[in-house]
């Protein structure tokens, strides 16, 4: 019976693996547009205009910028450590058919 869950739980593992690259690629893209509005309100608007809500809006699209690529990173991360169980569920089911 553990033999029939391994192929599930692989099956499993591709999926959420596919899931969060998606969301990963999503998560990068999103960093990026934002990383050129920043640099757009940043060069675009004149110093001295630069103060108040203006100002701290220009600066959180920086700071949100960072954490999107942060996340990204770490969701890639996690999809490595994926890609690792699932190989070696992979090789130990290949084993077992043996």
Same mark, same amino acid.
């Given at each position: 019976?553990? &033999?029939?869950?391994?192929?599930?739980? #692989? &099956?499993?593992?591709?999926?959420?693996? @596919?899931? @969060?690259?998606?969301?990963?690629?999503?998560?990068? %893209?999103? #960093?990026?547009? *934002? @990383? =050129?509005?920043?640099? =757009?309100? &940043?060069?675009?608007?004149?110093?001295?205009?630069? /103060?108040?809500? *203006?100002?701290? %809006?220009?600066?959180?699209?920086?700071?949100?910028?960072?954490?999107?690529?942060?996340? #990204? /990173?770490? *969701? /890639?991360?996690? @999809?490595?450590? *994926?890609?690792?169980?699932?190989?070696?569920?992979?090789? %130990? $089911?290949? #084993? $077992?058919?043996?």
């Amino acid at each position: 019976m553990p &033999s029939e869950s391994k192929p599930s739980q #692989a &099956s499993e593992i591709a999926d959420v693996l @596919n899931q @969060n690259s998606e969301a990963a690629e999503q998560i990068k %893209a999103t #960093a990026s547009e *934002l @990383n =050129v509005v920043h640099a =757009v309100l &940043s060069t675009q608007i004149p110093t001295e205009a630069l /103060e108040g809500d *203006l100002q701290a %809006a220009v600066e959180r699209t920086d700071e949100l910028e960072q954490q999107l690529s942060e996340t #990204a /990173e770490a *969701l /890639e991360k996690s @999809n490595d450590l *994926l890609r690792e169980i699932d190989a070696q569920q992979t090789a %130990a $089911a290949a #084993a $077992a058919k043996k």
